[in-house]
């Protein structure tokens, strides 16, 4: 019985606690605008809803007469883009385009040039090691990246992923390591690059057309 | 009749040994000091006893810590008890956060201090000639003197990468009035540990840490 009496002090008594902790730390990837549209070339038309750097990605540009009324060599919009992430990322793309005209002469996804520009990882707190992968040929105005077709005369963009018909479904558009070190999302800093879509004014078939782009960051 | 006297002084003989480790054993003690809490969590929780008479053991999960979780910061409180009838001391060791990646959650990651030393219950041993004494750098609200470094990343005033090996974390005179041989409801203090996280981009990953908290005799100083 002492011996009983006696654990059931003990029991109630002791010189250590214990606490125990755990967290946990999911893959996180965002995509935002990393600021205003630059809309060149154009006539008529304009930057519809422009972007707002660190806000959510969301803008509508109408690129105006694309006809030979244009005079301009191409029509182009660059749309900044801004990519944080706590692993490694993939940046891809899907675009629709819809035109009004019926004949093989109406503006169709390979008219539509794209390319991504140069990355930029900068500031504090952005991951400056390893390198980005930009799998789409740069700024589509570029003289390498397209030319007249000998054949039919028509522009047409020729480099590997330069225009949207590459793009019929998700197709990866820019991978890289981790973009961010271990810093609060309240830190505004991430990588940047530039989205460059084109449009030579040509003999299009008269009509509208829209063009609608999704870009989708993912942590494989 | 010898024998019957031998019986009852070897009897008594046995109730002192019994009683005297017990006696001894309530000369220090630590225990759950109330029901710990969590601010700011997604997926998160804290579990451990509300009542001053049990043990101290407590399971934290700050769950969601990546730019996932909004919040600014993941913030537990937990109040602990102590209970003494001599000088006494707290000390801290931490084990089991060891990430390889610098990016990963460090022990500097968790902002780790205590403050609010109260009596137990309402009653407690006040003496006049010593204080209880937070130990340095750790008398501090982590949640409120966070800051932002130089390489952007959170910092504390005090973390768990400021335990090294057994931590002197507080000390000071005897703390309860009585010599119970029982943990009670009353009669000692308590004080609350506060951990923080700030949810940052963190390589991705779960980690795990496990804090033993002791109280032992501490320096000699008067009541």
């Known amino acids: ?220 | 009749m010898r024998l019957r006297r031998f019986t009852y002084a070897l009897v008594a003989v046995l109730v002192l040994l019994g009683v005297a480790p017990a006696i001894s054993a309530q000369a220090l003690d630590i225990s759950a000091g109330g029901q710990p809490t969590i601010t700011g969590a997604v997926n998160g929780s804290v579990t451990g006893s509300a009542s001053v008479l049990n043990d101290l053991v407590v399971t934290i999960n700050f769950g969601e810590v990546s730019p996932l979780n909004t919040n600014g910061i993941v913030k537990v409180v937990v109040p602990i008890a102590l209970r003494s009838n001599q000088p006494y001391q707290v000390s801290v060791s931490t084990s089991g956060l060891n990430n390889a990646n610098p990016q990963a959650l460090q022990a500097s990651d968790v902002g780790f201090g205590i403050q609010n030393m109260r009596l137990l219950g309402g009653a407690g041993k006040t003496c006049t000639q010593s204080t209880h004494v937070f130990q340095s750098p750790f008398n501090n609200d982590p949640a409120t003197a966070a800051a932002i470094g130089s390489n952007g990343r959170v910092s504390y005033a005090s973390s768990l990468a400021n335990l090294s090996g057994s931590t002197v974390i507080l000390s000071g005179p005897e703390l309860s009035k009585n010599n119970s041989s029982k943990r009670q409801q009353s009669d000692g203090y308590v004080f609350d540990a506060i951990f923080t996280v700030t949810p940052q981009f963190f390589a991705a990953g779960v980690s795990s840490a496990t804090l033993i908290f002791s109280i032992s005799p501490g320096p000699n100083v008067p009541c």
């Open chain 1, 1 to 220: 019985m002492l011996m009983m009496v006696q654990a059931a002090v003990c029991l109630g008594q002791s010189t250590t606690g214990t606490v125990s902790m755990s967290a946990t730390v999911s893959k996180f990837v965002e995509i935002n605008s990393g600021g205003s549209v630059t809309l060149t070339g154009n006539s008529g038309g304009g930057v519809t809803t422009d972007g707002v750097a660190n806000n959510p990605l969301a803008v509508s540009i109408n690129l105006g007469e694309l006809g030979p009324g244009n005079t301009n060599s191409f029509v182009t919009a660059t749309v900044p883009l801004k990519l944080r992430s706590n692993a490694a990322y993939v940046l891809s793309m899907s675009a629709t385009v819809t035109s009004s005209g019926t004949s093989a002469s109406r503006i169709g996804a390979a008219d539509v040039g794209f390319g991504l520009g140069t990355v930029t990882r900068s500031g504090i707190g952005v991951n400056n090691t390893g390198t980005d992968t930009n799998a789409t040929s740069g700024d589509p105005t570029l003289a390498a990246n397209g030319s007249v077709n000998a054949t039919t005369g028509r522009y047409e963009f020729t480099a590997v992923r330069s225009n949207l018909g590459f793009f019929s479904s998700a197709t990866t558009a820019l991978s890289g390591p981790i973009i961010m070190n271990a810093v609060p999302r309240s830190n505004a800093n991430g990588l940047t690059v530039p989205a460059f879509f084109a449009i030579k004014p040509q003999f299009f078939e008269n009509g509208t057309t829209t063009i609608s782009v999704t870009f989708t960051v993912t942590a494989p």
